[in-house]
């Protein structure tokens, strides 16, 4: 088998090894259901309560890409101002840092006194989870732009705007896109932290519900399906990152 064959199955290989794994402890060690479901378990309540699940699932998902599209948009604007400016890389950074370092759960009842329960504190849940990582990369790839580059392009008549936006985003976008692909798994989290407290639907309420009725098997099935939400994003994103960024791979892939 090729390497980059390897690598593609590699991922899947190591979690039919961990299921299975899984599966042997759970029957071994008579492990009760409402403790440690196994993964036979999981899979049974999956399939009995398959258009459930559904539901919840979707609606974390277009609530959670609703979040992350604002997250990109505040994230990309606030990272090109840090990162094009001294002084307000000095006077946002630090603050944006502290804000960062602020448990986000701790919004949720804020924001439900604001907005109410629904939909409203769960999208800003996951805006304000993921637009950090947004802002620092894009901030990042501006601020660290060559001086010798700058200098050059200076000299032959480029104005600082047009170092920016023809030298400078282009070579953020693998920061760019680095981190969408932590940003959207954080955008899942706060999603479905805020569904947990402040909603009736979403996959963080049918957690709260299957769990109050001791049905562990649905709740690690929920777990599941935002885990797999989230590791398609993932993959989508991996996949523009290496069309739109393929000039910034290709010495890894050379050696591949």
């Known amino acids: 088998m090729k390497p980059r064959q390897l690598e593609a199955w590699a991922p899947w290989a190591l979690l039919l090894a961990v299921i299975v794994l899984w599966q042997l402890i759970c029957t071994a060690f008579n492990v009760s259901e409402f403790i440690f479901p196994s993964p036979a378990r999981i899979w049974a309540q999956f399939v009995e309560f398959k258009g459930e699940i559904a539901k919840h699932a979707w609606r974390t998902y277009w609530v959670t890409m609703a979040g992350f599209a604002i997250a990109i948009v505040v994230g990309v604007l606030l990272g090109f101002l840090i990162g094009s400016s001294r002084l307000a890389y000095a006077a946002i950074y630090p603050l944006m840092t502290g804000f960062n370092a602020l448990p ?30 947004i802002t620092v990369n894009i901030a990042t790839g501006l ?10 392009l200076r000299v032959l008549g480029a104005r600082r705007w047009d170092v920016l936006v023809k030298v400078g985003l282009p070579r953020s976008m693998p920061y760019f896109f680095g981190s969408l692909k932590v940003a959207i798994t954080l955008a899942f ?22 769990g109050s009725a001791m049905q562990m098997g649905l709740a690690f099935a929920g777990l599941v399906v935002v885990g797999a939400m989230a590791m398609g994003m993932y993959e989508l994103f991996s996949v523009l990152e290496k069309r739109i960024t393929g000039w910034a791979h290709r010495g890894s892939q050379g050696n591949a």
């Open 104 to 133: 986000k759960a701790a919004f949720v009842p804020i924001l439900v006194v604001w907005l109410g329960i629904g939909i409203g504190p769960a999208i800003l849940t996951a805006f304000l989870i993921s637009f950090f990582p």
């Open 143 to 152: 601020a660290t732009l060559e001086p010798e580059l700058e200098d050059v």
């Open 189 to 210: 989290v706060g999603t479905t932290v805020s569904e947990m407290t402040a909603s009736n639907e979403g996959i963080g309420y049918l957690l709260v519900s299957a």
